[in-house]
Structure formats: structure tokens, C-alpha cells
């Protein structure tokens, strides 16, 4: 009898969190590695969230909550979406999971059947496909060319619709090209979505509040209020409040959804700790100055890395809207051979030759459904990545 069930088949283990891994490696083998794999703000989390946690279990809140949250941190996300963008959800149409990722999961597992379809614009996160077909429905991996900004067309959203679509996933701003719509953009798309009535909505705004250049990322409830009934609107304290350790994602969604992902949750992991949601209450009710900080030198260092990167032989880069990662063109290198002798025939060639040669680690661009690209991270300081982006350069500039 097969031990493994037939469904693993179907994923792979997180190639983001395979490169991190084998820097990890690396550096314990004593390697020099900076790396820029990892999608982690290198902030720490603001004082008074810490102390809100600290507080918490003082007073004694470490005991099970309700599997969908506690009734502070439904209510106080409910608001931070009332603020943000205008949505009105109740606390029960408000669901506290273990990161976004959950949120995702369990959303997907809720609602797709064997063949439901997903339509998922690209370069697109490495797990979005990978949930997907866990849940047994089929990614439709829509193209998003860099001469549109990496964003989606509405002339493609409509072509690909089928009867069989269940779902479309949005991630604004993006990982991994930091592509972020306007609310013109996006007004676009749900033009399209309103003609189709049986397609839900997932967009996924967890770097929403990391954009620069006074570009406001817009939501998808925000441009069109009519979808309510059939729209998941996730976001998380991971990026914005630099708590990814905390594992606090959240969702708002039509009562009746919400109550299935809840009673999917209860047969998995239950409620998220007490104690990273009397962290979370603190994050969104809280001072929010520290976003602001982070912005400004996530800006300083996106403009630095474009520039640097551009002036690399063989690599293109886009200047993105928000996130904090850019994601370059690397097929002038291809076919070329490194000082080290690899010959560099795809990305994932170009990212092993770049971390084994120079000891700089990102992620190539197949992994986001998107070859010919690789992912950096600058979510690290100025002088790391200043040497990092000098590796590359050099990196580059040994071809033949």
C-alpha cells in the first residue's frame, strides 16, 4: 500500500523557501551569502506592538479564542478596512487566520471541486498554483508582459474566462514584481468580472500599504461595491507591520463563506496564538507612523537597486509601484557562460551560477510562473544591497 496520498503529486515544496534554505546552508558552510530570496521586511515590529503582546500575557490571555479570532482583533480589522478603503464589514464577515497564506487555503479548499478553475495573472507567487491543485482545481496562468508594468489586460481576463471559472486571484501590489493598479486599472477588470456572475473574486492586498512615488494601490470593493457577495478581500499584518513571525492574516467575506473557511479551520490548526492577535489589535488600531518609516527607505532602496541592476550587462529592470521587490530581466545573459564555467541556458542556471560564484541568493523567475526574470528582495539594508547589486554587476560582466 502507497503511504504518500496521490494529491502531493500535484505540489511542489515553496521554491522561495528552497533558495533560502540552501543560503542558509551556505553560510553555516562558512560562504560569504547576502541573501534576497526571502519576501521579509528586515524592520523589526514597532515597540508597541511587542508590548501589547507582552501586556497580553501578563494578563493572563493565553487560552484558546474562537476559531475565527478574537471578537478585538474581528472588530479591529473590520475598522482598518472601513479606513482604508470604505468597506463595510461586520465582525462575523471577518475571518483571523495563521498567516495569508491560510487565508488562501482556506478559501480554496471551501469552495473549489474537482476542475473548478483559477485564473491567476503572472509572474505570480510560487504558492498560489500549488494551493490550487491541492484543492483539485485547475490554475489558468494568465501572461502579464512587461511592457504593460507585469499587469493584466482586461481583453485577457475576458479570454480567459470559461464556464468552468471559479475563481480570480488578485495580488496588488504584486509578489514578485511589485506591479501594483490603480483604481482606473482595476476599475477595468471588474467591468469584466460584473458581466460574469458566477466568478468570485480573491484579491490578496498584503503589501497594499507599501507603494511609493504617491501611488495608492487601489482594492477590489473599493472601484465596484457590487461585488461584495462574491469577493474575498485578504490582507495580514506580515509585510506592512513587520510581524511575519506573528502569523496573522485576515479576510473579509460574505458571512456565509466565512462561516465554512471557519469550520475548515476548526479541523485544522484552530485559532491563531492569543497572543500575536493581541499584537495584531495593537498593529491596527494603533500609531501607524512606522509604515511610513519603512516606506522611505523601501523607496530609497528600490531606486538604488533599479539603477544598479540596469547597469549590469544582460539585465533589464523594471521600476515597480510597491512591494519591496523588483523583478529583472536576465535574457541578455542567456546562452552565455560564467567566469565559472556554467553555461547559462535558464534563470534557475542563472540564480544557482549567481549564488554559487558571488554568494548572492534570489529566486528565479520559472518559480513565479515567469522565466527569463529572477526575484530580489530589498528588503535589507542599503550597504547589503549595494554589495550585492556590485556581485551582480560583476557577476554579469564575467560572461563570455
Known amino acids: 500500500m502507497k503511504l504518500i496520498a496521490d494529491r502531493l503529486d500535484r505540489i511542489s515544496p515553496s521554491l522561495t523557501i528552497a533558495m533560502t534554505t540552501k543560503a542558509r ?73 495563521t498567516g495569508g497564506k491560510q487565508v488562501i487555503f482556506d478559501a ?16 505570480c507567487w510560487v ?23 507585469f499587469k493584466l489586460r482586461p481583453e485577457q481576463l475576458e479570454a480567459a474566462i470559461t464556464p468552468k471559472t471559479k475563481w480570480f486571484l488578485l495580488n496588488n501590489p504584486s509578489n514578485p514584481t511589485g506591479a501594483a493598479y490603480s483604481a482606473e486599472e482595476l476599475k477595468a477588470l471588474t467591468d469584466v468580472l460584473m458581466r460574469h456572475p458566477d466568478v468570485w473574486v480573491f484579491t490578496d492586498d498584503i503589501y497594499n500599504k507599501l507603494a511609493y512615488d504617491g501611488f495608492r494601490p487601489a482594492t477590489v470593493l473599493e472601484v465596484e461595491p457590487r461585488l461584495r457577495d462574491r469577493t474575498v478581500t485578504m490582507n495580514g499584518c506580515s509585510k506592512a507591520y513587520a510581524m511575519t513571525g506573528w502569523r496573522i492574516g485576515f479576510a473579509g467575506a460574505p458571512a456565509h463563506l466565512i462561516k465554512q473557511m471557519d469550520k475548515l479551520q476548526s479541523q485544522s490548526t484552530s485559532n491563531t496564538s492569543s497572543i500575536s492577535q493581541a499584537a495584531a489589535v495593537e498593529a491596527l488600531t494603533g500609531p501607524q507612523g512606522s509604515i511610513d518609516v519603512m516606506k522611505v527607505a523601501y523607496k530609497r532602496r528600490r531606486d538604488l537597486v533599479v539603477e544598479m541592476l540596469n547597469a549590469a550587462p544582460g539585465i533589464r529592470c523594471h521600476k515597480p509601484e510597491g512591494a519591496f521587490y523588483v523583478f529583472p530581466s536576465m535574457q541578455g545573459c542567456i546562452g552565455k557562460t560564467t567566469k565559472g564555467g556554467r553555461k547559462i ?56
Open 345 to 400: 541556458e535558464t534563470d534557475e542556471d542563472f540564480c544557482l551560477a549567481l549564488l554559487e560564484e558571488e554568494g548572492v541568493a534570489c529566486v528565479h523567475g520559472a518559480a513565479f510562473m515567469y522565466p527569463g526574470y529572477f526575484r530580489i528582495s530589498y528588503a535589507t539594508s542599503d550597504e547589503q544591497l549595494v554589495e550585492a547589486c556590485t556581485r551582480i554587476q560583476r557577476f554579469c560582466q564575467g560572461m563570455r
Open 25 to 97: 546552508q551556505l553560510k553555516a558552510a562558512g560562504k560569504d551569502v547576502i541573501g534576497l530570496a526571502a519576501g521579509e521586511p528586515d524592520f523589526d515590529t514597532p515597540q508597541n506592538v511587542k508590548d501589547a503582546a507582552i501586556a497580553a500575557i501578563q494578563r493572563g490571555e493565553t487560552k484558546y479564542t474562537d476559531v475565527a479570532g478574537t471578537p478585538a482583533l474581528r472588530q479591529a480589522v473590520a475598522a482598518r478596512f472601513k479606513a482604508d478603503h470604505g468597506i463595510d464589514y461586520k465582525a462575523e464577515e471577518i475571518l483571523i487566520a
Open 127 to 149: 504558492s498560489y498554483p500549488d494551493i490550487v491543485e491541492l484543492a483539485e482545481g485547475k490554475p489558468v496562468i494568465v501572461r502579464g508582459d512587461e511592457n504593460m508594468g
Open 108 to 123: 480554496f479548499l471551501a469552495t473549489i471541486q474537482a476542475g473548478d478553475e483559477v485564473i491567476i495573472p503572472s509572474p
